[in-house]
Structure formats: structure tokens, C-alpha cells
């Protein structure tokens, strides 16, 4: 486990302020033990692609924008991992991989996807400036590239609440869908399976997620960690 608080203070301030839980502040590969050693070494493939500047904002490459979704069964870890992969991007990564200079705000950060539709929310109903910059930050819309997040990690797809207008679905879409065409990679954990994603997102979405992903089935060496 590395100490934040002897991070560089550049390095810290981005631990810091990627909304990282207090638990996971600070994890490594090394500390998550209940993953196998072979899944781990598969992960760092995709991680090693965006380190080598073929990610994040790759023009004219497939892997462009090319995200990680990380599914699984409840408890074994997905989150963890995705906070894990995180923190070694904000912690080893040279600035030339995540295209940008150490003005960045915010080079990685992470929330549910029912915090996405909370801040949605706000910036529908009573906007402020900081929830506006963040949103638009998180599409990698804003206007001032420092505020744009290069690697946004997505929690718990598919445990929102859906309404009848089905709103939560497109916003889903969009957040991805803008995201990748804007060569920003993203990272999702989810319960459901990527061949179940046409039920509940439909056609477009799942198929769209299959470009957009590269696709990781995380079972813990101990099954539910939680029991």
C-alpha cells in the first residue's frame, strides 16, 4: 500500500481529488491479493497500451478511446481493481500518456453511474459552476483541457434506477459513446454481462460497448468477498 501523503505533491493532489474511496486510498496490484495472477497480468496489457500513449486521444488508432469494462459477479473485487488501476495511472504514468501537462485538474476520477445521474441531475435543475465543469468533464467536453478527465473509472452499471422514460439508458450512451469519440478511455464495472447488456440497454448500446471495451471477467480466487 503506498502513502499518499509522501507522494509528490503534484501526484498526491491527483489521489487526492479523484474521488477515490477513503478504503482503496492508496492500493496497489500487491494489495489485491484475491485477484489470480494471470487475470492481473491480462489487465496490465490494456493498462500498458494507455502508458505507451496508444489510449488516450490515439488518433487515426483502433485502440483510440478503447476502454476496460470489468464485469463480474457481486463482491469479487471489480471495483477495488478499477480504483487499483487508477491509482497506478496517477501515480506512475509519465504526463505524455495521459495527453496533457501538470496543469491537469483531474487526470482520472471515479463515481458511480448513479452519481453521473445525480450530477445530471443538478445541472438540470439548480446548476453551479463546479458541478457544470465536472459534467462536462467527465464527457471530456469542457472547454479547458485541464478540467477534461483522461481515464474515468464508471461503478455499478446496472443497479440505477430506471424510469419509464428510459433517459438513464441514453444517458448511459451518451456519457460512453462521447467519451470514446473524444479518445478519452473508460473504465465500468458491472454485474451484468456484456451479451445481456441488449436487454437492458439495448441493441445499439451492447453492440456499441463491444467496440468500445475491452472486456474483463473477474472471478476472485475466494468467490464473494464480502461473505
Not at 12 to 38: S, Y
Not at 144 to 156: C, E, H, P, Q, S
Request: with cysteine; hydrophobic share 40%; proline share 4%.
Amino acid at each position: 500500500m503506498i502513502d499518499v501523503k509522501a507522494l509528490p505533491v503534484r501526484r498526491r493532489t491527483w489521489m487526492q481529488t479523484a474521488n477515490i474511496p477513503r478504503a482503496r486510498l492508496g492500493w496497489e496490484f500487491e494489495d489485491c491479493k484475491d485477484v489470480h495472477a494471470e487475470d492481473l497480468e491480462k489487465l496490465k496489457v490494456w493498462i500498458e497500451q494507455v502508458r505507451k500513449g496508444n489510449v488516450i486521444r490515439a488518433d487515426g488508432k483502433r485502440s483510440c478511446g478503447k476502454g476496460l469494462l470489468i464485469s463480474g459477479e457481486p463482491g469479487n473485487g471489480k471495483t477495488t481493481l478499477a480504483l487499483t488501476v487508477i491509482q497506478e495511472m496517477l501515480r506512475t504514468f509519465p504526463l505524455e500518456s495521459f495527453d496533457g501537462s501538470m496543469t491537469m485538474v483531474r487526470p482520472c476520477y471515479f463515481l458511480t453511474f448513479n452519481d453521473v445521474l445525480d450530477l445530471k441531475g443538478k445541472t438540470m435543475d439548480d446548476p453551479s459552476p463546479d458541478d457544470e465543469v465536472l459534467f462536462s468533464g467527465l464527457l471530456g467536453d469542457c472547454k479547458d483541457d485541464a478540467y477534461n478527465i483522461r481515464v474515468l473509472v464508471v461503478d455499478d452499471i446496472g443497479k440505477e434506477h430506471m424510469s419509464t422514460s428510459g433517459w438513464q439508458k441514453n444517458m448511459l450512451h451518451h456519457l460512453l459513446r462521447t467519451r470514446f469519440n473524444n479518445g478519452l478511455p473508460t473504465v465500468v464495472t458491472t454485474n451484468i454481462k456484456l451479451d445481456a447488456w441488449d436487454t437492458l440497454y439495448g441493441t445499439a448500446t451492447e453492440s456499441f460497448a463491444m467496440e468500445a471495451f475491452a472486456h474483463f471477467i473477474l472471478k476472485s480466487t475466494r468467490g464473494d468477498l464480502r461473505r
